[in-house]
């Protein structure tokens, strides 16, 4: 009984993935985003990037217009590091929430 549990569960991951990445080619690539993981213990937040390439297990995130992505790092609630890069990979099995900014064109990332 376990092992039946066990694929159904394993199959339910598998769907639910797929079906995440396939929203994200849809609604969300080549456009500016931010996106929420966990690395750790800590929560991180990756601002501004531009969402170049859907992998079966990670997103690529670009700078635009040669402005950096800025990765917020929190922990306890607080805000722990500030960085910024120019390329981010973020394994899928991280990611807890994708956005697009309200207040951001594509062409003008000013948000």
């Given amino acids: 009984m ?3 549990n066990s694929n159904t569960n394993t199959n339910v991951q598998r769907v639910t993935l797929e079906n995440f990445i396939r929203r994200l ?5 080549d456009r500016v985003v931010n996106v929420e993981f966990f690395c750790g213990e800590c929560c991180k937040k990756a601002k501004g990037g531009k969402l170049k390439l859907i992998g079966r297990d990670f ?3 670009t ?3 040669n402005l950096e992505i800025e990765v917020i790092t929190f922990s306890g609630g ?3 590091d500030n960085e910024f890069v ?3 990979i973020i394994p899928l099995s991280q990611v ?3 956005e697009i900014p309200e207040k951001c064109n ?3 990332k000013s948000y």
């Fill in 59 to 61: 997103i690529e995130l």
């Fill in 25 to 29: 080619a849809s609604r969300f690539q």
């Fill in 86 to 88: 120019d390329v981010i």
């Fill in 96 to 98: 807890c929430s994708v």
């Fill in 78 to 80: 607080h805000v722990v």
């Fill in 63 to 65: 700078e635009v217009d």
């Fill in 106 to 108: 594509d062409d003008d």
């Fill in 2 to 4: 376990a092992d039946n």
